[in-house]
């Protein structure tokens, strides 16, 4: 049997655990829970900021304006992103695999570039185009090389991914660097809500469709990830399902990096922690993996917005800190497995 990647079973490093108990409803008193808690921080989030949402003349508009499209923009950005990290994981079958470990942020940021030198002038569709373009060029390019290069370790695979968006990184910066906008390339990696206002968030509710999408064709997803062999055998095309995923993850990383910009190990963190608990069954894992991908980011907003009030830093600094944690203790807790 070979793997999604196309490399021998015995260098998958991980095998998916299909876990039958995952298999009832999809709602169910936990999730609901959840759900409470989520919507707990979600008010949180609403309530919180340096401006003064209650006293001021002008608090009313200014809470339509800038703290509902920002908590929207919350919602949608992290549900997209942690989806595209456990479509990713399950297309790879490697669990460190993520739109920030495989170059497909440096790809949608290089799409930035070249529509700001190409058009300067270009509205936010036209530049959300590019990047979604440009995404999915870098991971097909990622999957190719999966395809065609046996490892034996599942630590190469990010390690590759990581390589690749490095150099599509350095090209960026170059490019940035030598036309006068490493400023607004600064800007676009940030990973920050502030700009997530009224007029400047909405079509970040095309990542909505994609998660529609992601859950009709999970069961095809789910079989794609057991490798090319056993999805050809019950009579799926396993290109055209990789083909498709690939399209998926790219659309949702490119329109949340031109609206919100990195917001990184968002997808290794979440699906890796629904995993451990609920197996590797897309379909009934995806409501956990949006909503813990909301309340992580949620969190992680609210922590940048008070650690240094009235200021902000990033949700990427928050997000990259926590992530390092959790990336580290996959590594060890996979070293104790004896799988890499």
């Known amino acids: 049997m070979t793997t999604a ?53 002008d608090g009313a508009a200014m809470f339509v304006i800038t703290r509902i499209p920002r908590t929207i923009a919350l919602v949608l950005s992290g549900a997209a992103m942690a989806m595209a990290g456990l479509v990713m994981q399950l297309l790879t079958q490697n669990r460190f695999v993520e739109p920030t470990t495989t170059g497909t942020i440096e790809w949608a940021g290089l799409g930035l570039v070249a529509v700001m030198i190409l058009w300067p002038t270009a509205p936010l569709l036209a ?37 690749l968006g490095a150099i599509v990184g350095a090209l960026s910066t170059f490019i940035a660097l030598s036309t006068g906008m490493l400023q607004n390339l600064g800007v676009w990696f940030a990973g920050s809500f502030i700009t997530a206002s009224r007029g400047q968030y909405e079509v970040l509710w095309i990542v909505l469709l994609v998660l529609v999408a992601v859950f009709w064709l999970a069961d095809r997803l789910t079989v794609a990830g057991l490798g090319q062999d056993i999805c050809t055998n019950v009579g799926l095309d396993y290109n055209r399902i990789i083909l498709t995923g690939a399209s998926l993850v790219a659309v949702a990383t490119g329109v949340v990096t031109v609206v919100v910009g990195n917001l990184p190990f968002l997808g290794l963190i979440v699906p890796n922690v629904v995993s451990l608990f609920r197996g590797d069954d897309l379909r009934s894992n995806l409501p956990w993996v949006c909503l813990l991908g909301i309340g992580i980011v949620t969190i992680c907003d609210l922590i940048s917005r008070t650690i240094i009030m009235p200021f902000e830093v990033p949700v990427s600094l928050v997000l990259g800190v926590l992530g390092a944690l959790v990336f580290i203790f996959l590594l060890l807790r996979q070293r104790r497995r004896g799988a890499i």
């Open 5 to 57: 990647t196309g490399t021998p079973a015995k260098a998958v490093a991980v095998e998916p655990r299909m876990d039958t108990r995952t298999r009832g409803l999809l709602v169910d008193w936990k999730l609901a829970l959840g759900l409470l808690a989520v919507l707990a921080l979600l008010a949180a989030s609403l309530f919180t900021g340096a401006y003064d949402v209650f006293g001021a003349d």
């Open 127 to 163: 530049r959300m185009g590019v990047a979604v373009a440009f995404a999915f060029v870098g991971t097909m390019v990622f999957f190719l090389f999966l395809r065609h290069v046996a490892l034996k370790s599942s630590l190469i695979v990010p390690i590759v991914g990581i390589m």
